[in-house]
């Protein structure tokens, strides 16, 4: 396939008549004082609330509910469950159902609904395997009119997390379902319990939201939301400027040097959310210099993450000590930092025999030179940019990081393989933090494992990860993490770079306040105040 560049004019004019196209193109261009416009790459897709792309999770929170939702702090809380109970022993939960909830068919969620619901879950549990909650679930049962119970085959802590998660567990109304009660084939129509209902689609241009005013819980003054299919980052910010959109947020929906440009304007007001992720690289423990840890923490101390955060991030992002931020759950353990230090990067790869001969330029041990694959996507902008910056770093202390960008396909298949050095490896953020993560390091399926399974202890980590999800005491599992956690620090199986943030910006003639929602992936509108 052939691509084709086009310089900074070109580009701006063919981002403008982009723009003009969606302004003449699209019904909506002139909306009422009650509509917030938003873009996404893409439309959203079926929206089946038990699958994931093409759909979008984005639009699936704003129709689907869980039994319990993630809070701004970043504990659990009621959503479609008021309360509930859990035994002893860990094994049972119960569920006592809100009793004024409707779908926005008018379908009455109750504990049936529940059940139907995980059913189709459960009988498509291979999907879903890379949630630990799958293969734990024992029995799913409606036990009352409004009560909903889980029984587990062992202890499971995480069991909230998991349901809190925006997909797969989350409810579509009974009139929704296909006739077999299939839904991994497909669903009739997406209809939830949510504050939101999708109302149009037209396909490369927009979808249309309605607010479900049958809504059981706060709603706000915004009665649409229309979400334009803009795909790129700078045509996006043309159309803020030009007024076609309002409202931006999202992780890579805006240039760094874009957002700081546009919230320094007039009427403008730009936002940076707290720790939503970290952006980091997964280093090799079983092959290549990185297989011996006195590289690997070489390599902690050699990369300056105060360059990359200012000269690539623009200050957007946060300098990251540790893989997962310390206000995760579990996660804030002491761990000591690696802090930039030249003389101790050095230190450490004298000591370990990498030494940088007479005339080059590069280090040595036993005539092999100290050379180390740096693999990331190669369209993503900010991984190569980084990688770029880190090379030039690295140099400097005859360390040399071979840059290698792939399309996503190669990539993903390096982190399955173990087939790379270092490769950039994000995390997912709360809710899936630490434990769907943790859970991740087990399997093949990432570069966590791939990264890990040189470690000497190896299969005492992962009899860690095992036990910590069945441990039922709070102290117990604290100090399970703190062994996770402190063990790939010190073996340096991470460098963490940025704690990732979300960005928006809006217009406060249109829009008095946004807010964040507490993950990566959902947008509050709900929480939007119109003037």
Excluded at 359 to 388: H, Q, T, W, Y
Aim: with cysteine.
């Amino acid at each position: 396939m052939k691509r084709c560049f086009f310089g900074r004019g070109a580009a701006l004019f063919a981002a403008t008549v982009a723009v003009f196209a969606l302004s003449c193109t699209n019904p909506a261009k002139k909306q009422a004082a009650d509509t917030v416009v938003y873009s996404y790459l893409s439309n959203v897709g079926p929206l089946n609330p038990h699958m994931y792309a093409p759909s979008l999770i984005f639009a699936q929170a704003m129709l689907y509910e869980s039994l319990v939702a993630l809070k701004d702090d970043g504990t659990i809380g009621p959503a479609l469950a008021e309360s509930w109970d859990i035994s002893p022993d860990g094994m049972v939960y119960t569920f006592h159902l809100r009793r004024d909830v409707r779908f926005s068919d008018g379908e009455p969620f109750n504990a049936q609904a529940a059940e139907l619901n995980f059913k189709a879950l459960m009988n498509n549990a291979a999907r879903h395997a890379w949630l630990s909650i799958t293969d734990k679930i024992e029995k799913y049962e409606a036990s009352g009119p409004y009560d909903f119970t889980l029984t587990f085959n062992t202890p499971y802590y995480a069991c909230l997390y998991d349901l809190a998660l925006p997909r797969p567990f989350r409810f579509l109304s009974p009139k929704s379902f296909p006739d077999d009660g299939d839904t991994s084939k497909g669903i009739k129509s997406p209809v939830g319990t949510g504050p939101w209902k999708l109302v149009e689609t037209k396909l490369g241009e927009y979808d249309l939201f309605e607010r479900n005013d049958s809504y059981w819980g706060e709603t706000t003054n915004v009665a649409k939301i229309l979400v334009k299919v803009i795909p790129d980052p700078v045509t996006r910010a043309l159309a803020f400027e030009s007024g076609d959109i309002n409202f931006i947020y999202g992780m890579g929906q805006i240039n760094y040097d874009t957002f700081n440009r546009l919230r320094s304007s007039e009427g403008v007001k730009g936002a940076i959310s707290g720790p939503r992720g970290t952006t980091a690289l997964a280093l090799n423990t079983a092959t290549g210099p990185t297989r011996e840890l006195a590289v690997r923490q070489a390599i902690q101390h050699l990369v300056n993450k105060a360059e990359i955060i200012k000269g690539i991030t623009l200050d957007t992002q946060i300098v990251a000590d540790t893989y997962f931020a310390p206000n995760i759950p579990y996660c804030d353990v002491g761990l000591k930092p690696y802090v930039y230090d030249e003389s101790k990067a050095a230190e450490l790869l004298d000591g370990a025999g990498w030494i940088l001969p007479a005339g080059k330029k590069i280090r040595e041990k036993n005539g092999v030179p100290l050379e180390i694959d740096v693999c990331f996507i190669g369209d993503n902008a900010a991984e190569k940019s980084i990688a770029e910056v880190m090379q030039g770093q690295g140099l400097k202390l005859g360390v040399s990081f071979n840059l290698i960008g792939e399309e996503a396909n190669s990539f993903d298949n390096r982190q399955r393989t173990g087939d790379f050095g270092m490769i950039f490896n994000e995390t997912w953020g709360p809710p899936y933090e630490p434990h769907a993560m943790i859970t991740g390091m087990l399997v093949p399926a990432h570069a966590d494992y791939m990264a890990q399974i040189g470690l000497p202890m190896k299969a005492q980590l992962d009899a860690n990860i095992r036990r910590v999800f069945g441990t039922t005491d709070v102290d117990e599992r604290s100090a399970i993490y703190r062994d996770i956690l402190t063990t790939l620090h010190e073996q340096a199986v991470y460098l963490p770079l940025y704690y990732a943030t979300v960005l928006e910006v809006y217009r406060t003639a249109e829009i008095r306040d946004v807010g964040f929602g507490p993950d990566r992936y959902g947008v509050p509108f709900s929480s939007i105040v119109l003037e």
